[in-house]
């Protein structure tokens, strides 16, 4: 891999010098592919693995064409999810640091609709959605397409498996024929090519090949002769590595649930994500994941969409998936641009199959390791560095992330370095603190103002 920076681009100084305060100082293989052809308004496919930094490579295009004096839509992303949204409209904001008033709106299901269409009517300059939402707003007319120049699929794989081909395709007959399309995809299964040919216009194709990743992910595969045994391995393998980051990945919620339970027992603390959770309990879930307060997320594919947490240093497969391509989604979860990771599969006796596919699949080969003869060591325990506190208060008593801090350290006399990462949600926020220090946190906020109110404070 070639290190290159950025300065070789048609870029602002102001944008280069943003992209350097937020640590990208060389380009990824990625945006160094695409980049050259996007910014000159040509339509691209972009194929990379998730991690590569596919998010920057559209957003600085977009964000270069903008006109921020025009106060109108001018782009727009589609995704396959609320939670991949999210991820890149934050990643936006953060690009789009070193202009002001740059307004990004997120229009996911999930939510209410109405808060949506009051936002629209203010106006925005990106819009990020998933498409039936989109789709929704545009049939009726709660804001004009007009002026989008910028089309982006993002994930386009993924919305294709989750049935939005048709929602897409209606999206666009409401936009501009006159309008750079990009698609980025994990993958490129036929349906991709069908899609593109409709709403493309000569894109040029780029692709990273997928060698460089294999090698900094370290994968292993154990053999597990009862279904019982899968527990104890775990145990085994999170003992062995003890990562502070680790999702585990069952195939269904019920074994979710069960190994949830069976860690409890062991007095290890989990967060279980799957699809029968409410919306605001798998964001919540996130939260405290990715601010590092629970080393371990037991997941359902479903429910991991989407899932980018930094420094992952383990993912496991409890159970194998039963489709070689998931396999990587899931492995792909760790390494993250350019880390590496650990990838620890379990391989049940009727899973020789799915394993001899997925070996295939990824074009290596893998002997199945057994840990029958290593022992539990019952003493182990993962403890987590982070405690998360709730504050029942966010964006709509504006509360900002400087408030929490200010309050923590000016007014409860914390030091910075014990206050971790800060989430603002609509009606609430979290914010992580040293494990030591927690409860002077708790009573400090509990009794103090915030922006000069008072909130209710709970450990979660
Ligand atoms: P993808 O969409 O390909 O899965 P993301 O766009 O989410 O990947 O990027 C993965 C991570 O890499 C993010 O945390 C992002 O902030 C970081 N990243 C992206 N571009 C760069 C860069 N040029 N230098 C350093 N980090 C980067
Ligand atoms: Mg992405």
């Given amino acids: ?26 380009m990824t293989p990625i945006q ?12 691209l496919i972009a194929k990379a693995k998730t991690g590569s930094g596919k998010t920057a490579a559209f957003g600085i295009t977009l964000l270069d064409k903008l006109n921020v004096k025009k106060f109108r839509i001018q782009s727009m992303i589609l995704c396959p999810t609320r939670e991949l949204a999210d991820q890149v409209a934050k990643e ?21 609709y109405k808060p949506q269409v009051h936002s629209l009517s203010h106006q925005a300059h990106i819009i990020v959605g998933t498409p039936g939402r989109i789709l929704k707003h545009l049939s009726e007319e709660n804001f ?19 049935g939005f081909n048709d929602d897409i395709n209606s999206i666009i007959d409401f936009l501009p024929k006159q309008r750079q399309t990009l698609l980025f995809s994990a993958t490129y299964p036929d349906n991709i090519n069908n899609l593109s040919q409709n709403i493309m216009n000569n894109p040029i194709t780029v692709e990273i090949d997928t060698v460089h990743e294999k090698s900094i992910i370290n994968q292993s595969f ?10 104890d391995a775990i145990l085994k393998i999170l003992n062995n590595f003890k990562p502070t980051s680790t999702v585990i990945f069952c195939n269904t919620k019920i074994a979710c649930d069960n190994l949830a339970d069976d860690f409890e027992d062991f007095g290890l603390d989990v967060l279980v ?6 919306q605001r309990d798998r964001t919540e879930c996130l939260v405290l994941f990715a601010n590092k307060s629970y080393p371990i997320l037991i997941a359902t594919d479903v429910a991991a969409r989407g899932l980018d947490i930094d420094n992952l240093d383990l993912v496991i497969n409890y159970d194998l998936p039963f489709d070689s391509e998931v396999y990587t989604h899931r492995i792909g979860r760790t390494a993250r641009a350019g880390k590496s990771g650990n990838a620890v599969s379990l391989v049940g006796s009727t899973d020789t199959e ?17 840990l029958k003869d290593e022992k539990i060591n019952y003493d182990f325990k993962l403890t987590s560095e982070w405690r998360t506190l709730y504050i029942n208060g966010g964006k709509k008593s504006k509360v900002r992330a400087g408030d929490i801090l200010g309050a923590l350290t000016a007014n409860i006399g914390l030091d910075k370095n014990d206050i971790g990462k800060i989430d603002i949600m609509e009606r609430c926020s979290y914010v992580a603190v040293r494990t030591n220090v927690v409860k002077k946190a708790l009573d400090g906020l509990s009794n103090g103002r915030i922006k000069g109110k008072y909130f209710k404070i709970y450990e979660k």
């Fill in 32 to 43: 160094e592919k695409s980049l050259p052809y996007t910014l000159e308004n040509k339509d």
């Fill in 92 to 112: 936006l904001r953060l690009i789009a640091k070193f202009t002001h008033n740059v307004k990004i709106t997120t229009l996911c299901g999930g939510v209410p």
């Fill in 1 to 26: 891999m070639t290190n290159k920076n950025f300065y070789n681009l048609p870029l602002s100084k102001e944008m280069i010098q943003n992209l350097n305060s937020i640590g990208y100082e060389f």
């Fill in 144 to 162: 004009l397409p007009n002026d989008i120049n910028t089309l982006v699929l993002d994930e386009a794989d993924r919305m294709l498996d989750m």
């Fill in 222 to 231: 154990y053999e597990i002769n009862k279904d019982g045994e899968k527990k």
């Fill in 354 to 370: 799915l394993f001899e596919d997925i070996q295939d699949y990824i074009e290596l080969n893998f002997e199945l390791k057994s």
């Fill in 273 to 278: 994500l799957h699809s029968d959770l409410e």
